[in-house]
C-alpha cells in the first residue's frame, strides 16, 4: 500500500506556452505526482505534468503490482493506493466516500482512512518546510524546474534513510 498527493510547483509562465502550464489555482506550475510508503519515502514521482494532478494521473500508467498473498496468508490481495477525493476512482486507489450524508461505516472508513493518509501529507509538509525553494514560484524554465524537483526528491528520500 502506499499513499498519493500531488503538490503544484509555481513556475514562471514559460515564453510562447499560453496556457499550458496555466491551473485551476490560476498560476503556472508543473505538477509533482507522488506515491509514498509508510517510511515517508517517495517510491514513485513522476514530475513535470502541466495542468491538474488527475491529467498526470490519467496520462501516465502506474504500473499496480498483481494481487498477491500477504506473508504467511493463501488468500491473494490487492495492491492499493490512498488518495483524497481530488483523484478519479480507479480499481486500485482507495479515495473517501462523499461527505453527504454519511452513514456510519462510511464514516469509519474515511477516518481509518484519513489517518493512512497522514504519512503522505506529512511528507510533501517536510519537502515544503526542508527545501523552502518548492513555497515561491521558481523562476527557471520547466525542464530545469523539473531537474531541480527530481533532485529535491532523491535528495529528501536519502535524509529519511540516514535519519
Excluded: W
Amino acid at each position: 500500500m502506499a499513499g498519493m498527493d500531488g503538490k503544484h510547483i509555481a513556475i514562471q509562465k514559460p515564453a510562447h506556452s499560453a496556457t499550458v502550464y496555466y491551473n485551476y489555482k490560476q498560476s503556472f506550475s508543473i505538477v509533482l505526482l507522488g506515491l509514498i510508503d509508510a517510511n515517508y519515502k517517495f517510491i514513485y514521482a513522476d514530475i513535470g505534468c502541466n495542468g491538474r494532478v488527475s491529467d498526470a494521473l490519467e496520462t501516465r500508467a502506474l504500473d499496480v503490482p498483481k494481487y498477491k498473498p500477504l506473508p504467511g496468508r493463501q488468500m491473494p490481495v490487492p495492491f492499493v493506493i490512498t488518495a483524497d477525493d481530488a483523484f478519479p476512482l480507479k480499481q486500485y486507489i482507495m479515495k473517501p466516500f462523499p461527505f453527504k450524508n454519511q452513514p456510519a461505516p462510511d464514516n469509519i472508513f474515511n477516518f481509518r482512512l484519513s489517518r493512512a493518509r497522514r504519512v503522505v501529507e506529512n511528507v510533501f509538509g517536510l519537502l515544503a518546510c526542508r527545501f523552502h525553494i518548492l513555497s515561491y514560484t521558481i523562476l527557471l524554465q520547466p525542464e530545469k524546474v523539473i531537474t531541480v524537483v527530481s533532485a529535491i526528491v532523491c535528495l529528501h528520500n536519502f535524509l529519511i534513510s540516514r535519519n
